[in-house]
């Protein structure tokens, strides 16, 4: 285990799916958003990488809001707009995966271990939802932050 | 009124869509009139209502 996975590791049990060849039984830990601004700290290269990372999960994960109203307008796939949204999401959430597996190779590139690449392998839907919680973990902060 | 499902739904998206815009590069200023009333329909905090948008994306994921 990477020293790294020893911090306060952001727990998260429903991405026990992420390798479903090696069916893990124990809980996987991946990067929270705490962890992942505090490793990229001073590293100019690293910290605009996250910022991008952090602007495709965003993103995703508005697509995804789209794409889940208009499903929720039509009650079903039928629309043109549903359509629109859905092939837009498709594209997007390959965006988002490259950024992850992008700085992850650049983390790895200058000693740091990060292994979310091969944790979620190619589990698009495990992107998906690390996407979705770093993004309400920066929500989060805003709302923490505001007085 | 109770609001059906479908509508609490459609809120709760457009609650998440506007607030979410705070993380942009240019956020909307004046999605707080929107928002509060957002909130009075739902009659649910900030919070949960990010919690059940939360869960809501999650399904789609």
Known sequence: MSPFHILKGNEVEHLGDLNPEKNFQVKHLLFSLDELEELVKGDEI???????????????????????????????????????????????????????????????KVGMECDLSSQMGENRSAYGRYALMLTFSRLEKINQNQP | MKLSNKRRKELILEYFKIFSRELEDEPVTDSITRLDKIKKSLMASHDEILKEAEKVLEEQM
């Open chain 1, 46 to 108: 690293l910290e605009e990488l996250l910022e991008d990372m952090l602007a495709s999960c965003l993103r995703y994960v508005q697509t995804v809001v789209d794409f889940t109203y208009e499903l929720n307008q039509c009650d079903g796939a039928s629309s043109e707009e549903f359509r629109e949204v859905s092939e837009k999401r498709g594209a997007i959430h390959d965006t988002m995966i490259s950024s992850i597996r992008i700085l992850c190779r650049q983390m790895n």
